[in-house]
Structures are given as structure tokens and as C-alpha cells.
């Protein structure tokens, strides 16, 4: 059989056919919803720009900066629990 005229890689579902399953797939859902529709989902959801980059990259370092901090401040509370617990036994003897 010959390979699908849309998207190049799969063979097509049959012999008088020019698309494979899935392309058949698309193209039923493009008839459904209409050419835009379909082109806005797919730049929303699967096209990401520069700005969408940018703006994960700083949200995951800020995610990241944040669980640190919460991280020292948690070393520090326990390090002052340990002097003053030193402290402590320190007067009693």
C-alpha cells in the first residue's frame, strides 16, 4: 500500500484511500470543529513561544528558591534547638 499523503510516515487504511487512520482521524475532527478551531488548540496547547518559556523557567526557579529557604530556616530553627539544649546542660552541671 502507499504511504499516506498527509503525514508521510504511515500507510494508508486502504487501498483507495490517501490517508492513514490517524490522519483520517484529524481530518474528521477538522470537519467537526473547523480549520480554526483546531489550529487555535493546537498553538495554544502543543506551540510554545518565548514568553511561555521564559515564564516557566522562572516560575521553576522561584519553586525551587523557595523550598531552599524553607529549607535553611528549618536548619537554623533546629541548630538554635541544639544550642539552647547545650545551653541547657551546660547550667545544670
Known sequence: MASCKFCLTETVDSWFGNWCEKCHRLQRTIHLFGVEKVCNIVDKVL???????????????????????????????????????????????
Do not use: C, M, Y
Open 47 to 93: 506551540i510554545v513561544d518565548e514568553e511561555q518559556h521564559t515564564n516557566k523557567i522562572n516560575t521553576e526557579i522561584a519553586k525551587e528558591l523557595f523550598s531552599k529557604e524553607i529549607a535553611l530556616k528549618k536548619k537554623r530553627k533546629n541548630k538554635d534547638k541544639e544550642t539552647q539544649i547545650n545551653s541547657n546542660e551546660v547550667k545544670e552541671v
